[in-house]
């Protein structure tokens, strides 16, 4: 009897891993074949272009569901938040996504941004039509921030912008300069300048094809073992970066999606972080962090939702040590990324009690130097305390990373050309 029963248990567990087995080499046959669904060149019979938009879309939701579907594009559900028609034959439609695995390449494959809740994401299209013979074509698809540039009071904008020549700040030993549209570095304080191959190009390009020759702190790094740009080629972003004192460059693909907003670039004792925006939506940039160790493959950090939009500074130090702000909130992490805990934000009590307000209330810039972390305080964009016509920042410092005090007024060393 006991033989017996053995035996059954045995037949059991070996059917039951026959049947796992071959329901494994089922899926990845079927997912070998798969094609992810295309929303343009879809044609629709229908009345108006907000019913028509719909169909087109939840039609390609479908298509994403089921056990056919790999993981890296596969969902659970989607449900239509918001539909908008934007002018003749261009249609607005929000999403929110509940992804069926954590699986991170699905955010970069699907477009997703911004997660609201655990699995569960944002996904934003323009579509735009042509109807003929009442059929309806998709014959464009895009991101809302693309179509908001190609919009004709968009480019009326765009076409009253100029761009502004700055001096090169003579107080650094290393840093960029900008003259007659090349971008150059410098490792002895101006004495000589390396140009940056196709930097001009792919850093300072703007997303409305004009130039911003003032690039942000946190946004590059020059050192002599290691010189970094984000940069954005024709698509997506990517990081320009030399090892060898500007004699060389390389670029190291990051991801398909990204435009110049803020950008910021740090690096640690054996990692690499570029966090870049990805999409705007009501005048908010959205961001994504990406870490790499060898600058070939990188990865997606998943940040807390509130650091999704407009963020003024992050920073990654030696120790893999993270900071996130948003004006003047402030969260670190000490793990890489997998938790965050919000910090105090500093004050300069003397300037405080001296001017009766403390007009210090944006965080622009983190670094480290000689084992103490520095954090520039700024006054964002209504700033008016000033001294000999430049504004005033204020800079702190500490020895653990945690707690900042005061350490000194500091002038803004940004001047225009001349």
Known sequence: MRKRIFQTIVLTIVGLWLSISVSALISRGVWSVFRPPELIGGKYVGIDIESIGIRVTEAYFEKLKGWKVPYDYRIREAKLEHVEILEEYYIQLDYRVKAASACPQLISNLGLVGAKELYTYYWQTVLHFEKK?????????????????????MIEEFKRLQTQ????QTNKEMG??????????TYDGGETFKEVKDGYEMVCITPNGTYDELLMENSYIVTPEFTAFVAYPEEGVSLLYSTDEGSTWKTSKISDMGYRANTFVSKSESKYYVTSAVDRTGGSDYYVTFVSEDLKTWTRIHQPEWMYSNLSCVYW?????????KGDLCYMSKDGGNSF??????MAEEIVSKLGFNPFDTIEMMYEENGITYMVIGQGDDGDYAKDGKIIKALFRSEDGEIFTFAEEIMDSVELAG
Request: charged fraction near 20%; hydrophobic fraction near 30%.
């Open 176 to 185: 960029y300069y900008i003259r007659d549209g090349v971008l150059q570095v």
């Open 317 to 325: 130090n030696n120790a893999d040590v993270g900071y996130y702000a």
């Open 133 to 153: 013979d009442g059929i309806w074509t998709v014959d464009k698809r895009m991101r809302p921030v693309e179509y908001q540039l190609q919009s004709p009071s």
């Open 341 to 346: 805990s919000q910090m105090q934000i500093p």
């Open 165 to 168: 020549r700055y001096k090169m």
